[in-house]
């Protein structure tokens, strides 16, 4: 009886223990997914988002009047 208890006792210890989740680092080397610049990325179908996929000027345009459409003061004055 009392080998069943500390067989409870140490499979619930076990269980408890908490691993390791950080991945090994490898010196020089990034493991995430590389970035690529926004304005090489497509608008989305469904969004209001109007630059042309590659063009970083008129993505920064597009950008622009978002945050003018965000601006209270800009809104209020309109």
């Known amino acids: 009886m009392i080998r069943v208890l500390l067989l409870i006792a140490l499979l619930g210890l076990a269980a408890?223990?908490?691993?390791?989740?950080?991945?090994?680092?490898?010196?020089?080397?990034?493991?995430g997914k590389p970035?690529?610049?926004p304005w090489d990325n497509a608008p989305l179908v469904?969004?209001?988002?109007?630059w042309?996929?590659?063009?970083?000027?008129?993505?920064?345009?597009?950008?622009?009047?978002?945050q003018l459409g965000q601006n209270e003061d800009v809104r209020i004055s309109q």
């Open 16 to 31: 408890c223990a908490e691993r390791e989740q950080v991945a090994d680092f490898k010196k020089g080397k990034y493991q």
């Open 35 to 37: 970035d690529t610049p």
């Open 46 to 50: 469904y969004g209001s988002g109007k």
């Open 52 to 66: 042309t996929k590659g063009d970083r000027a008129s993505w920064e345009n597009q950008i622009k009047t978002r």
